[in-house]
Every structure is written in structure tokens, then in C-alpha cells.
């Protein structure tokens, strides 16, 4: 990623958003979580230690592509579409 599509990321507020919902769809919704989900049973303790190093490992997955020539093709991608469009918005947070 070079610094144009960072700076987009830090003033865009669509795009922080669309990222954000890209994060979590890519990491987790279409991970292991989703397989748990499906199922509809409870999660135990070995259940969400997979869920978690499932979604870690995507989110580096996903960090380690915006990190590269390819995050700036991402990026471009979330200014004009919304990967996840019925999905809510992130709400603006409140950082201080």
C-alpha cells in the first residue's frame, strides 16, 4: 500500500468504514466462526480458541495484502463499492 491509499484510509470516512466491515466479514464471519454459527450449538472453550486463531490469522492475511501493492487495489475497490452493503455501518468512535 502506498502512503495515497493510507491517507484515503485516514480521511475516508466511507472507507475506514467499508474497511472495517471488510475486516470482519474476511476474518471472522467467513472463517470458523461461520461454521460454529451454522451449526447453532454452543461454543466451548476449545471452540473459541479455534475461532480466535482462525480470525487471527486471517486478519494478518488481510493486513499482510494492504501492506503490499495489493492494498492499494483494495482500497480503490472500497471507494467506489461496498463489499457488504446490508451490513450496519460502524458507528464513529468515540477515541478519547
Given at each position: 500500500?502506498?502512503?495515497?491509499?493510507?491517507?484515503?484510509?485516514?480521511?475516508?470516512?466511507?472507507?475506514?468504514?467499508?474497511?472495517?466491515?471488510?475486516?470482519?466479514?474476511?476474518?471472522?464471519?467467513?472463517?470458523?466462526?461461520?461454521?460454529?454459527?451454522?451449526?447453532?450449538?454452543?461454543?466451548?472453550?476449545?471452540?473459541?480458541?479455534?475461532?480466535?486463531?482462525?480470525?487471527v490469522?486471517?486478519?494478518?492475511?488481510?493486513?499482510?495484502?494492504?501492506?503490499?501493492?495489493?492494498g492499494?487495489?483494495?482500497?480503490?475497490?472500497?471507494?467506489?463499492?461496498?463489499?457488504?452493503?446490508?451490513?450496519?455501518?460502524?458507528?464513529?468512535?468515540?477515541?478519547?
Open positions: 500500500m502506498d502512503i495515497k491509499s493510507f491517507k484515503e484510509i485516514q480521511n475516508n470516512e466511507v472507507v475506514r468504514k467499508r474497511l472495517a466491515k471488510k475486516i470482519v466479514r474476511n476474518c471472522f464471519r467467513d472463517g470458523v466462526f461461520e461454521d460454529f454459527h451454522a451449526r447453532g450449538t454452543r461454543l466451548s472453550q476449545e471452540d473459541v480458541k479455534e475461532i480466535m486463531i482462525d480470525s490469522n486471517r486478519t494478518y492475511k488481510l493486513l499482510t495484502k494492504l501492506s503490499i501493492a495489493m492499494d487495489q483494495i482500497i480503490d475497490e472500497l471507494k467506489v463499492k461496498d463489499e457488504v452493503p446490508k451490513w450496519q455501518d460502524p458507528v464513529e468512535p468515540e477515541i478519547f
